[in-house]
C-alpha cells in the first residue's frame, strides 16, 4: 500500500486533473452521460490464490464506492464455501452477483451440447446442467444472480429462454454472437450487453500502461458523449492479478482432462501482482476523480436506467395503424418516441388488434396491451417467393389461429397456415399491416414476400465467432439459425433518463 500511495502522489504531477476537482463541475443531470460496467469473471475455482484477487478486487471496489458485478462460477461459489472463505463470500455479497455457468470451461460446454438440439430441448437442457449453480450461488450468498455471460465464447441462444424461466433480466459478457451497433440492446426480451465498442481495460503488466488506457478512455468518453452519452465495459478475472496464465488452459481446442490431472499455471511474482492491482486501482479511481459526467453502473442499474418501457404499454387503433403503416417487404423494429418495438412485439400487437376488430369496423374503443415479447419462431420457416392471394374469411381465421398459437406457445409461429398454403411469418405480418392500414375489409388479400431485415444482428455461423475453448474447426450452424430467427425478438434500449 505504501507503494501504491506515492504512485497517487507521484501522478498528481503528471496528471494533475486525477486528483483535482473534475474540470466540468457545470454539468447539469440532464447533459449526456457515460456509464460504465464494471465487472469481474469471478470462475477460478482451481487456485486459492484467486481467492484472495477476489477478496481484494471486492475490497477496494467497497472502499473506493463503486459497487461492481461479480459473475460466478457454480463450482467456484461451492469451492469459496468449501476452502471456508467467508470472508470472501462476505465481501462479493457487498456487490452485484451474476451466473457464469455450473463449470465454465468443462466440456461439453454451452454452445457444444445446445448445437444439435432445438429451442424447447435447448432451454430444458441448459436449466437441467447450469440450474445446479443457480441454486448453489442463492444459497451460500443469500441471493439469487441477477444477469448471465457466457464462458469463453460459448454462447447459446437457448440460455436467455433459460433466463426467462429464471427471471434474470441482463445479459453481459464480450463476444459477437448478437450485437446492434455495439449498443444496449434487447434479445429475446432481455436486456443484452453485449458485443459493445468500447472496453476500456488498462493492462496490468507494466506502468506505463495507465497513460495508454486513460488516452482510450477520453477519446471513448468523447465519442459517446457526442452521440448522447453510452456504455462501455471494463472487466476482468481475478485470476489476471496473481497468475502468468488463465487456470483454464487446460481446456484449450477441446481437450478435457480429469481434475486429478490438472495443473495449476505459474504465479506472478509479489512484483508483477502489486503491479497489477496498482494499475487497476489507480485507473479505477482517476476515472472517479476526473469526470462527473462519467458514472459506475451494475447489470441491475443498467436493467433500471434501459427499462423497457413497451412492456405494459397500452396502444390506441390509432397507434396501432401508425405502426402498421410503417411496415413494408423489410420487417425491422420500430422506434416510437421514448420507446422501441421488436418484430416479434408488432406480430403480436397487430394480430390481436385484428381479432378483436375483424370487420374493422368501429374502432374508437380498441386498445391492445404489449404484455411482453414474444419469442422468434423456433421450427422450420418455409420458403416463399412469388406472391399469393386468399379470401378476406381465411386470413382473419388465420389471424385467430396465430393469435391463439402466440398464446399457448408465446413464441411467432414458425409457419402461418392460410388453409393449406403455410407461408413464413414476415409475409403474414406484411399482409396482416396492409389489412391493419386499410379502413375496410376486401374480398382478398393479397401476400406478398417480406424478409426479416433484422437477422443481420446475428451473424452467420463461421469459425471466427468461436474462440480457443473449441475443437479446431468448431462449427454451429443450426444453433445460429436459431439465434437469427430470435432476431425477431431484437431492438434497441433506449435509457430512461438522458444518457
Not at 453502473?297 to 413497451?310: E, G, I, S, V
Not at 423489410?330 to 416510437?336: A, D, L, P
Not at 389489412?435 to 375496410?440: D, G, H, I, L, Q
Request: glycine share 8%; proline share 7%; hydrophobic share 40%.
Amino acid at each position: 500500500m505504501k507503494q501504491f500511495a506515492l504512485a497517487l502522489i507521484l501522478a498528481s504531477l503528471v496528471w494533475p486533473e486525477c486528483m483535482a476537482a473534475p474540470p466540468d463541475s457545470t454539468l447539469s443531470p440532464s447533459k449526456p452521460r457515460m456509464y460504465v460496467l464494471l465487472w469481474f469473471d469471478t470462475e477460478d475455482y482451481l487456485l486459492p490464490a484467486s481467492d484472495d484477487a477476489a477478496l481484494r478486487n471486492a475490497t477496494f471496489c467497497t472502499q473506493a464506492g463503486v459497487k461492481a458485478s461479480f459473475k460466478l462460477v457454480g463450482e467456484k461459489a461451492r469451492s469459496l464455501e468449501q476452502r471456508g472463505r467467508q470472508d470472501v463470500i462476505e465481501a462479493l455479497k457487498k456487490h452485484e452477483i451474476g451466473y457464469h455457468t455450473d463449470y465454465h470451461s468443462v466440456h461439453p460446454t454451452p454452445a457444444q451440447y445446445a448445437s444439435t438440439l432445438g429451442w424447447d430441448e435447448g432451454v430444458a437442457e441448459f436449466i437441467r446442467r447450469e440450474g445446479r449453480g443457480v441454486a448453489d450461488i442463492k444459497r451460500i450468498f443469500g441471493t439469487g444472480p441477477s444477469w448471465y455471460g457466457q464462458p469463453g465464447s460459448s454462447w447459446c441462444p437457448q440460455a436467455f429462454g433459460a433466463m426467462r424461466t429464471w427471471d434474470m433480466p441482463v445479459y453481459m459478457d464480450m463476444g459477437t454472437h448478437v450485437g446492434l451497433d455495439g449498443r444496449p440492446h434487447y434479445f429475446c426480451g432481455i436486456l443484452t450487453l453485449y458485443h459493445l465498442r468500447y472496453i476500456l481495460r488498462v493492462g496490468l503488466d507494466r506502468s506505463e500502461q495507465f497513460e495508454e488506457a486513460t488516452e482510450r478512455f477520453r477519446a471513448a468518453r468523447q465519442e459517446l458523449l457526442a452521440e448522447g452519452g453510452g456504455v462501455a465495459h471494463i472487466y476482468y478475472h481475478p485470476c489476471e492479478f496473481v497468475h502468468e496464465k488463465f487456470w483454464d488452459g487446460i481446456f484449450l481446442d477441446g481437450e478435457n482432462p480429469p481434475p486429478e490431472d490438472w495443473k495449476a499455471p505459474s504465479a506472478k511474482t509479489a512484483e508483477q501482482s502489486r503491479i497489477a492491482y496498482e494499475n487497476f486501482e489507480f485507473y479505477i479511481r482517476w476515472i472517479q476523480n476526473t469526470f462527473d459526467d462519467v458514472e459506475f453502473l451494475t447489470a441491475t442499474d443498467a436493467a433500471q436506467l434501459y427499462r423497457d418501457r413497451a412492456k405494459g404499454r397500452t396502444f390506441t387503433a390509432s397507434e396501432l395503424r401508425e405502426i402498421a403503416g410503417e411496415i413494408g417487404e423489410e420487417i425491422t423494429f420500430q422506434r416510437r418516441g421514448d420507446f422501441v418495438l421488436a418484430p416479434s412485439e408488432v406480430f403480436a400487437l397487430l394480430t390481436a388488434a385484428l381479432t378483436r376488430n375483424p370487420d374493422l369496423g368501429d374502432v374508437s374503443e380498441l386498445q391492445v396491451v404489449l404484455e411482453n415479447t414474444p419469442l422468434g419462431p423456433t421450427g422450420i420457416v418455409p420458403n416463399f417467393e412469388k406472391p399469393v392471394t386468399t379470401s378476406w374469411s381465411q386470413f382473419v381465421r388465420t389471424t385467430f389461429d396465430v393469435q391463439e398459437y402466440i398464446g399457448q406457445h408465446g413464441r411467432v409461429p414458425s409457419t402461418v397456415w392460410l388453409g393449406s398454403t403455410g407461408v413464413p411469418p414476415e409475409v403474414y405480418l406484411r399482409a396482416l399491416a396492409r389489412v391493419m392500414a386499410s379502413s375496410e375489409p376486401s374480398e382478398t388479400v393479397e401476400v406478398r414476400p417480406a424478409s426479416l431485415s433484422t437477422a443481420k444482428y446475428v451473424p452467420d455461423d463461421s469459425t471466427k465467432i468461436w474462440g480457443w475453448l473449441f475443437p479446431k474447426g468448431f462449427r454451429a450452424p443450426d444453433l445460429m439459425q436459431l439465434a437469427k430467427q430470435q432476431a425477431w425478438t431484437i431492438k434497441p434500449a433506449i435509457p430512461n433518463r438522458s444518457p
